[in-house]
């Protein structure tokens, strides 16, 4: 008498073994696609905030080249001036060495040519001081956009090692895809309150 149905349990065992990692490779899959999608999105904003500065830093470089140019053209008029009030004085000088008396004209010149280089002064360095604030605040911006420029750089290569674990079902992978997409979303923060 038969014992009972003969069942060959080491093949459903490995059916059930195949099953159970087709699902879970299934799983693990759509976490690597939710995690790059996320990553991607970060990376976009992180871009677009890294075009965004040098962009401004740019405006406000070309800015304090402006003002500079502005700057020197003020100081060219400063020794404009005074180069009008040495010829002045020695004007001046030369009536004074002929023992006459100068023209009181000669001497209120060159007062006023003192007078003109004072105020042309004060212009000249409000104008180099506008200049440092720009290009101070765009070295800042500068700055700024290179730590958003490696948020990107590390984000994307997050991406590409999800692209490399979701081939290779490689779970190790995708967590080292985790890891440098993590530290590329801190720098990004970093960046953004820096």
Not at 54 to 59: F, G, I, K
Not at 63 to 69: D, G, P, V
Not at 133 to 148: C, I, P, T, V, Y
Not at 175 to 189: K, T, Y
């Amino acid at each position: 008498m038969p014992e009972g149905p003969d069942v060959d349990t080491d093949q459903l065992r490995e059916t059930i073994k195949e099953e159970i990692e087709r699902d879970q490779g299934g799983r693990l899959l759509k976490q690597i696609a939710l995690s790059t999608a996320i990553l991607a999105a970060c990376a976009a904003v992180a871009s677009l905030q890294a075009g965004a500065t040098v962009n401004h830093a740019l405006v406000l470089k070309t800015e304090a080249t402006r003002l500079q140019a502005e700057a020197s053209d003020q100081w060219a008029y400063y020794q404009a001036k005074g180069v009008k009030a040495a010829v002045q004085e020695a004007s001046r000088a030369a009536w004074l060495a002929s023992g006459k008396q100068p023209p009181a004209t000669l001497e209120r010149e060159g007062r006023r040519y003192a007078a003109e280089q004072a105020e042309i002064k004060k212009a000249a360095e409000e104008k180099e001081r506008q200049r440092d604030e720009r290009s101070l605040e765009a070295d800042h911006l500068l700055h700024q956009h290179h730590g958003f420029a490696h948020a990107v750089a590390l984000m994307q290569v997050a991406i590409a090692l999800g692209a490399v674990a979701a081939l290779t079902h490689t779970k190790r992978v995708w967590l080292g895809s985790m890891l440098v997409g993590l530290a590329g979303v801190a720098l990004f923060i970093v960046a953004v309150f820096r």
